[in-house]
């Protein structure tokens, strides 16, 4: 059938409208699809993930501030004032009874903590020489044999080597902050590959470092070995609190992280222990915060003559290495 002139002009007309039309229809579906996103058309939009998504309960994200580090080489995060729920709830596994009752905590004050625990090292270059049972293990490794009267000398020596800084153990509610770094569970990540513990250690303690670190980039918060705080030991209390530093006086020091030598239970965000401070063992170590106001300690004549003794899971063991 042979098609007119006019004919052919009507046809290419009824084309390009209709080709106008679907262009028209294709922009309005996906303009749509581009609002629901959140974004303007056109625009892309990246989806938070579930780090970014708690940030505005969690606002200690290190990332606020550039890592320190001093001279001998250890560096420090910054963690920025914030809230978190401190404790476990008595439906998690493994869950002790002084890890309880959960409560708020706000801590008002941002401060400088350790990335990693304090090396032999490091210890051995303040203290000039080198307590540690695991000396093999090398350098990079975690100093433990070390009691918190140790600490608190190698923290003088250390504040005296750096004028116009300020050195401290964390309080037992800064090292929790800072090992959940948002997380509200028991762990951060999979244990076997956030820490050194009983399964996977090799009965020893390893290098600083080796395993993944949490969201705020802190390594071996679980594992490796026990870390001293600054907290004399006592039972929580309920209700909301700002700034918590324990009792003034007690018996024994709080142990936070788990180590090398204990089971899966034992390593857990919110887990503790408690040694008397002038306690030594192959399994016990600490990091450190860099702050620019020190918080006074509450000191005790009686320090020097506590006995050898350590507390875990409500049992007092009698028994520990000198």
């Known amino acids: 059938m042979e098609v007119s002139p006019h004919g052919q002009v009507a046809y290419l007309t009824l084309f390009m409208r209709a080709r106008v039309l679907m262009l028209t229809v294709l922009a309005a579906l996906f303009g749509a699809g581009a609002s629901r996103e959140g974004g303007a058309p056109g625009e892309s939009r ?21 890592p320190v580090t001093n001279k001998l080489g250890m560096e420090f995060l910054f963690v920025a004032p914030g809230e978190f729920d401190m404790g476990s709830p008595e439906s998690e596994a493994g869950r002790d009874a002084d890890e309880g009752p959960v409560h708020r905590v706000q801590l008002s004050k941002g401060y400088y903590l350790g990335r990693f625990e304090v090396t032999q090292r490091q210890w051995t270059a303040v203290m000039g020489r080198n307590p540690s ?9 975690p100093v433990e044999q070390v009691s918190f009267t140790d600490v608190q000398e190698f923290i003088r020596r250390l504040n005296e080597k750096e004028p116009g800084r300020s050195y401290r153990l964390p309080t037992e509610a800064e090292w929790e902050y800072a090992a959940r770094a948002g997380d509200t569970g028991g762990r951060y990540g999979d244990l076997d590959l956030i820490g050194w513990y009983w399964s996977n250690s090799r ?10 670190p949490n969201a705020w980039g802190f390594h071996d ?6 870390e001293w705080v600054d907290d004399w030991f006592s039972d929580y209390s309920p209700g909301p609190q700002t700034d918590p530093r324990g009792p003034s006086s007690g018996v024994n020091r709080v142990n936070r992280g788990g180590s090398w030598n204990f089971v899966a239970p034992y390593c857990r965000a919110a887990a503790r222990a408690a040694y008397g401070p002038n306690s030594r063992v ?33 049992y007092f063991l009698a028994k520990c290495a000198s």
Request: proline fraction near 9%.
């Open 46 to 66: 990246r989806k938070a993930s579930p780090r970014e998504e708690r940030a505005p309960e969690h606002q200690g994200n290190p990332a606020a501030r550039a």
């Open 133 to 141: 049972h695991f000396t093999s293990c090398g350098g990079d490794c």
């Open 203 to 212: 009965n020893r303690t390893q290098p600083a470092g080796r395993k993944l």
């Open 221 to 226: 918060m679980i594992g490796n070995v026990w």
């Open 282 to 314: 192959n399994y016990v170590g600490f990091r450190i915060v860099l702050n620019t106001t020190p918080l006074p300690r509450a000191e005790s004549r009686l320090d020097s003559l506590r006995p050898c003794s350590m507390r875990v899971r409500g």
